[in-house]
């Protein structure tokens, strides 16, 4: 694809609220892992799946990455990022 055949919505630019989401999900899961245990302290691998796909939707959509292949721009978009930390926050809550 030429330069000239690319419109102004299809270039690649920083989103920043998904790559915030991104940087926080990196930090938050550093600093305090305990976050994807469950009540008895045990690893829970169902919020490690969502709070990781969140991190890397948010990290791949925040530096302006959109992939072409459906499957993958599905799965790495900011709103990707957005319904796995629902997600996540659903079942850390009520889980």
Known sequence: MSAANVNATDKPRIHAASLAAGLV????????????ANR???????????????MSAGLVRGVGFVPRNKVSHMLLSGWACALALTLFGLLRAFG
């Open 25 to 36: 999900v990196m930090v938050v899961g550093t600093v305090y892992p305990y976050i994807l």
């Open 40 to 54: 008895d302290g045990h690893a829970d691998h169902g919020l490690a799946v969502l709070l990781f796909w969140a």
